[in-house]
């Protein structure tokens, strides 16, 4: 089965510093699509950052980049300089040629001022 | 719109009736995903429509769930004969065919079968 694990449920960071989100994916596609979705208290999916399989360089922006690991299926999102609007749940997912799209259960971030 | 609207965005019904969820995606896309989100938890597939093409049906948790798409546009999924274990966010996302293209989520519809 293809999946997506965030051993993480819960993370917490002090407000401007470093917080490091794990995740792991298992799929039998070569070519494939990776991204973190942020998932505040309204509801809405935001899209954070993504990553394509086949590019080496890890993705950055902003404060936000990952730490992408292909033959051991990491794909890790870093925080630089917390913010108190960064508090939601995350999410990581893949994204297949076919468009098999899945998620994982999500980390909820808090942040403290 | 310029994104994916979703209705009703709250849902409270009896156990035992029917309920229908709409979602209007953006123009022009041509995929189109459900997902389910029981309270603090992840995102389950349920059912993704691309263009003409079957849907995939592979998550739809039972056959009192199913799902249309009609002209390539609006979704509208129907839960038939409501059990309080379906009390959750439906959410809807829809992007272009690309994989390497984000979903574009709604808002979501919060059902709550008492």
């Known amino acids: 089965a293809q999946t997506v694990t965030q051993s993480q449920p819960e993370m917490s960071v002090q407000e401007a510093e470093t917080v490091t989100l794990s995740c792991t994916y298992d799929t039998s596609e070569s070519d494939y699509y990776l991204f973190w979705y942020k998932q505040p208290p309204s509801r809405q999916m935001i899209l954070v950052i993504r990553q394509e399989a086949y590019k080496q360089q890890n993705a950055t922006e902003n404060r936000f980049s990952v730490n992408f690991q292909k033959a051991a299926k990491s794909f890790s999102l870093k925080i630089s300089d917390s913010q108190l609007g960064d508090a939601a749940m995350y999410f990581c997912?893949?994204?297949?040629?076919?468009?098999?799209?899945?998620f994982g259960a999500g980390t909820r971030l808090t942040v403290k001022p | 719109g310029a994104g994916v609207s979703q209705s009703p965005s709250n849902k409270v019904t009896e156990k035992g009736k029917d309920v229908e969820l709409r979602c209007d995606p953006i123009?022009?896309?041509?995929?189109l995903y459900w997902y389910r989100q029981s309270l603090g938890q992840g995102l389950e597939f349920l059912i993704y429509f691309q263009g003409n093409s079957a849907p995939d049906k592979s998550g739809l948790p039972s056959d009192r769930f199913s799902a249309e798409r009609t002209g390539g546009s609006v979704s509208t999924l129907t839960i038939q004969r409501t059990q309080q274990e379906d009390s959750a966010v439906y959410l809807c996302a829809s992007s272009p065919y690309t994989y390497n293209s984000p979903l574009h989520f709604g808002n979501g519809t919060r059902l709550t079968v008492t």
């Open positions: 123009s022009g896309h041509t995929a």
């Open positions: 997912a893949y994204r297949t040629r076919g468009n098999d799209m899945r």
